[in-house]
């Protein structure tokens, strides 16, 4: 036999091989088809999956769950995705320890992103899909947002086998038709395209976010995730979903100035000559209607604090809440709680409404941390920023809770006699398979004052009906913790009391601790190692604005 001959004979036997592998490979494949609809409607709905091998724990997409699939990472957001409206949303990974903070937020701890999701990660779907699987055994998991209940089953899959799974998503409570809706203020990805509003309204139906704040990102150098439009000719509607632009930005770091939040905005306000002169931004976005706030503040002060107590992480908070620049903190983020700072300004006489955001793509999923807002019987975006203005708000990562003082619900002002007694009422709800709630509590000034808890995951629900003296003006609210870990909080109902003002002693306290903060953010402008980046003038600025604090804290302490 000739070489050539010898080479088209192995050749042969080659292709051969490989078509009967080929054959051998699917005859040991099986086909899962999977619609999902809603429950109450039958419609097919969009919804998040994950599909998990049980025999190694690794996750599969369709179509083809014959090989391992990827996941996305924090830098593969900065520009739109290749996806198609039908395709399946991106993977992201939803549980295990990554600590390079671009895989999966470090932040997260090793927690799963949602505490009642403990599949390793999650893809959003909008309608039927079939995916081919080795033969094995498979678990499917579907969910869709908190107030529906996650659908969770294993499947056999045989060689040659097809089979399908229609599953039905069931709510346990439905919040809009209380008037409540929900909302993320903190999702990052390029709105320029009518195809990227598709990508996002797939996916914020999938979570049944209702308003979704697609920002901006911004830094001294440059900004990020693009916005193609600005203002109400910004927003994409479905039905009562919504996208609308917004910014995070001037953005500094995290462990010293800060980030801020800008929702609803008309237009983005970025001058980098007065770069770290927050109240710049804050006082134009206002000006046109729009909020203000700080991300971040979740988290940001026990992170960092924990290998440098010194630090004063956001410090930039406390020159302007005390200025009246200031209409909400993001309490809520990467399943953490931050409430130090919220609980200070309170307490110190200011409101501020309690928000809530995943920081996609940090955070794995839209609206995995989500605050809802009370717009009544009738939903508008309109109606959903005004609540949110005036602090008619709670967060959750999964219980809901309503709350109210005399009548009044979270962000309204109470003006009572000394000698009054308010009448309070708490409920936290949610089943098991979300988080039930373990634990209620009634918080004033910082003080809890009264405790609901339930020993039994099975518990649905806890309520709390007490009356209270009035005494002193005060602002009360409700904080939740569930079994599984799952959080909520509310905005609080603010208490004047005629006469009687809040505790001396207190305010005091609080301002002394917000006039060392002041005392560090002065170290820090006179280093020259945190303002090598400040633009001309910028040093003499932020100290007029301090100095302009601290008089006001002054005045708060009767000095």
């Not at 198609?84 to 997260?108: A, F, H, M, V």
């Not at 809440?321 to 300004?345: A, H, T």
Request: charged share 25%; with cysteine; net charge positive.
């Amino acid at each position: 036999m000739s070489r050539t001959n010898r080479l088209a004979h192995f050749v042969c036997l080659a292709l051969g091989m490989l078509a009967l592998y080929r054959v051998s490979a699917v005859d040991g494949d099986g086909t899962l088809r999977v619609e999902i609809r809603d429950k109450a409607t039958g419609a097919v709905t969009p919804a998040m999956v994950c599909i998990t091998s049980l025999a190694d724990g690794k996750w599969r997409t369709p179509p083809d769950g014959r090989v391992d699939s990827g996941y996305t990472t924090v830098r593969d957001f900065y520009k739109p995705f290749d996806w198609k409206p039908g395709d399946i949303g991106p993977l992201r990974l939803t549980n295990g320890e990554y600590k390079n903070n671009d895989t999966r937020s470090s932040i997260y701890e090793g927690q799963p992103a949602y505490p009642y999701w403990k599949e390793p990660a999650a893809f959003f779907v909008t309608r039927p899909f079939s995916i081919t699987l080795p033969a094995g055994r498979w678990r499917l998991a579907v969910a869709k947002g908190v107030e529906f209940l996650p659908h969770f089953e294993d499947v056999e899959i045989s060689a040659g086998q097809k089979r399908q799974r229609r599953v039905e998503l069931a709510r346990w409570t439905d919040m809009p038709r209380q008037g409540w809706y929900s909302g993320d203020d903190h999702v990052h990805y390029p709105r320029l395209k009518p195809n990227d509003d598709e990508f996002l309204m797939s996916w914020a139906q999938a979570e049944d976010i209702h308003v979704a704040n697609i920002v901006r990102m911004g830094d001294i150098k440059r900004t990020y995730f693009e916005q193609a439009r600005y203002g109400p000719e910004s927003r994409f509607v479905r039905g009562n979903y919504a996208l609308v632009s917004g910014q995070e930005d001037p953005r500094t770091d995290i462990a010293e100035q800060g980030h801020t939040l800008a929702l609803n905005i008309r237009r983005p306000v970025r001058d980098t000559s007065r770069y770290h002169l927050y109240d710049f931004m804050f006082d134009r976005i206002r000006a046109e209607g729009g909020l203000t706030g700080y991300a971040h503040t979740a988290w940001a002060p026990e992170w960092y604090r924990r290998k440098r107590p010194e630090l004063n992480p956001t410090w930039d908070a406390s020159l302007n809440v005390v200025r009246g620049k200031v209409d909400f903190l993001e309490i809520l983020q990467f399943r953490k709680l931050g409430l130090e700072d919220y609980y200070d300004f309170l307490s110190l006489g200011f409101r501020l409404t309690a928000s809530a955001g995943s920081d996609l793509p940090w955070g794995a999923s839209i609206g995995e941390a989500r605050v809802y807002a009370y717009t009544g019987p009738h939903f508008s975006v309109d109606a959903w920023f005004e609540a949110m203005r005036r602090g008619r708000t709670f967060v959750t990562n999964g219980p809901m809770l309503i709350f109210s003082v005399d009548g009044a619900i979270p962000g309204d002002e109470l003006r009572v006699k000394p000698e009054a007694t308010l009448h309070i009422r708490a409920t936290a709800w949610a089943p098991a398979a979300i988080g039930a709630p373990k634990t209620l509590e009634i918080v004033s000034n910082g003080e809890v004052v009264r405790t609901g808890e339930s020993m039994a995951p099975g518990q649905r629900d806890l309520k709390l009906e007490f009356k209270l003296e009035a005494g002193a003006t005060q602002w009360i609210a409700a904080r939740v913790r569930s079994h599984n870990g799952a959080l909520a909080h509310t905005t609080p109902v603010y208490v004047n009391v005629e006469g009687a003002g809040p505790d001396r002693d207190d305010r005091r306290r609080l301002v002394a601790k917000r006039l060392r903060v002041l005392e560090f953010i002065e170290g820090r402008l006179a280093d020259a190692r945190f303002t090598r980046e400040y633009a001309p003038g910028e040093v003499e600025a932020l100290s007029q604005r301090l100095e302009d604090a601290r008089r006001r804290y002054l005045a708060l302490a009767g000095r």
